[in-house]
T-cell receptor, first 118, second 112 residues
Framework: GAVVSQHPSWVICKSGTSVKIECRSLDFQATTMFWYRQFPKQSLMLMATSNEGSKATYEQGVEKDKFLINHASLTLSTLTVTSAHPEDSSFYIC??????????????FGPGTRLTVL | KQEVTQIPAALSVPEGENLVLNCSFTDSAIYNLQWFRQDPGKGLTSLLLIQSSQREQTSGRLNASLDKSSGRSTLYIAASQPGDSATYLCAVNQTGANNLFFGTGTRLTVIP
């Protein structure tokens, strides 16, 4: 149990376009989802935290108008990179937390999405 | 702000050796600590989670210890195999915070 999926697994887009990445919890309800970004050979950096039905909380330095996060249901959160530029190219990973069966703040991670902006 | 450091950054060992990966954190007010494995270009696989009240957790050939007061955790891998080659990340869930603070990772190569 506790499986998190992401779609797409990789995407290549032109500069200036918008890209949507989906994060789904497949077998549990995620009260909170997290979006991380990972640059090559670096560790994961938290971008934002989203709770179902409320606005996302963004980390310092992350532009909320550029990285739109929607957590409309307990199993789905989306990250939209608007007007993408080459510097947005990165590996984006989501995680989900369930507080019912596992009240230990354990997060379950998706497989990641590789974004390349040309 | 919580800072998590992992030493060494990279490690190569011959197959069959036992090894220890180290993780240190600056703020001991943690809720739990997790060890993850990440293969190149892939997501994270959770290996072990240790609650702040626990001293260690074991899963198969893996054993993780936690010394919260000194801000340290170790991941012990017994009888290493080439399939263990990956980057190992530790992450701290700080008390009062939702997110995980990740370490810099240790890239492990097990040589056949």
């Amino acid at each position: 149990g506790a499986v998190v999926s992401q779609h797409p697994s990789w995407v290549i887009c032109k500069s200036g376009t918008s890209v949507k990445i989906e994060c789904r919890s497949l077998d549990f309800q995620a009260t909170t989802m997290f979006w991380y970004r990972q640059f090559p050979k670096q560790s994961l950096m938290l971008m934002a935290t989203s709770n179902e039905g409320s606005k996302a909380t963004y980390e310092q330095g992350v532009e909320k108008d550029k990285f739109l996060i929607n957590h409309a249901s307990l199993t789905l959160s989306t990250l939209t990179v608007t007007s993408a530029h080459p510097e947005d190219s990165s590996f984006y990973i989501c995680s989900a937390r369930e507080m019912i069966r596992r009240p230990y703040n354990e997060q379950f991670f998706g497989p990641g999405t590789r974004l390349t902006v040309l | 702000k919580q800072e998590v450091t992992q030493i060494p950054a990279a490690l190569s060992v011959p197959e069959g050796e036992n090894l220890v990966l180290n993780c240190s954190f600056t703020d001991s007010a943690i809720y739990n600590l997790q060890w993850f494995r990440q293969d190149p270009g892939k997501g994270l696989t959770s290996l072990l989670l240790i609650q702040s009240s626990q001293r260690e957790q074991t899963s198969g050939r893996l054993n993780a210890s936690l010394d919260k007061s000194s801000g340290r955790s170790t991941l012990y891998i017994a009888a290493s195999q080439p399939g263990d080659s990956a980057t190992y990340l530790c992450a701290v869930n700080q008390t009062g915070a939702n997110n995980l603070f990740f370490g810099t990772g240790t890239r492990l190569t097990v040589i056949p």
